[in-house]
């Protein structure tokens, strides 16, 4: 038996700048900006399920996120493609097969968003 578990623990998002990260990702999310920025350069997410850590100590062009690594979940993709448009959230795809799109945050990393 193995020791390591098939659990995903948390998500680290290489990010420039810690305030104005938290601050995009809470407001995309919904959730709010109370917390610590923890040691000057790490954000946890409140997240349900998985979850995610913004750390500017990790950022560099190398890190960033050129593919997406995870996805954020959705009951309604064409309103969840429309909310991200109206946010003017750069959107690299179309929605694809009525199920998911990709987007960048402000540091270029790219997400996707799919339709659970």
Same mark, same amino acid.
């Given at each position: ?26 407001? +995309? ?12 350069? +790490?954000?946890? +997410? ?71």
């Amino acid at each position: 038996m193995s020791p390591v578990l098939n659990q995903i623990g948390t998500i680290f998002i290489p990010v420039s700048d810690i305030k104005k990260a938290r601050d995009w990702y809470c407001d +995309l999310l919904g959730l709010s900006t109370d917390g610590e920025i923890a040691f000057g350069h +790490l954000f946890v +997410l409140p997240m349900q399920g998985t979850g995610i850590v913004l750390d500017s100590k990790i950022f560099s062009e190398e890190t960033r996120f050129k593919k997406p690594l995870f996805h954020f979940n959705t009951t309604n993709i064409q309103e969840a493609y429309d909310y991200m448009k109206a946010k003017q959230v750069e959107i690299t795809t179309d929605i694809e097969n009525n199920h998911w799109f990709n987007c960048k945050d402000p540091d270029g990393n790219h997400l996707m968003i799919c339709q659970c």
